[in-house]
């Protein structure tokens, strides 16, 4: 069982950032693949970027790719999305999940879910 937690979220004008960080429970945090997915209002809960149990992969949605970066501490059992270059487009709440797949970029390949932190961006 893993239990997450994410922190980090806020309103932001376009172009400035904001770091995400998501807080694992459990000593298995390192043997889980994470992710990270958002869900602005009306819209269906879309894959944003992943990371590998060790760190050495990582993945990205067209949408975000350039201007988000996935990272994780293992040490610490958390888990980072920083966002640089906010769009209004980017408005959405915030989803970290945890994953025993390799490469999971598929909200059905991921077993455990936070409870999401509201990230708006405005122009």
């Known amino acids: 069982q893993v239990q997450l937690v994410e922190s980090g979220g806020g309103l932001v004008q376009a172009g400035e950032s904001l770091r995400l960080s998501c807080a694992a429970s459990?000593?298995?945090?390192?043997?889980?693949?994470m992710g990270w997915f958002r869900q602005a209002p009306g819209k269906e809960r879309e894959f944003v970027a992943a990371?590998?149990?060790?760190?050495?992969?990582?993945y990205y949605a067209d949408a975000v790719k350039g201007r988000f970066t996935i990272s994780r501490d293992n040490a610490r059992n958390t888990v980072y999305l920083q966002m640089n270059s906010l769009k209004p487009e980017d408005t959405a709440v915030y989803y970290c999940?945890?994953?025993?797949?390799?490469?999971?970029?598929?909200?059905?390949?991921?077993?455990?879910w936070g409870q999401g932190t509201q990230v708006t961006v405005s122009s």
């Open positions: 990371i590998s149990w060790s760190g050495g992969s990582t």
């Open positions: 999940a945890a994953s025993k797949s390799t490469r999971a970029i598929r909200r059905a390949d991921y077993d455990y």
């Open positions: 459990g000593r298995t945090f390192s043997s889980y693949a």
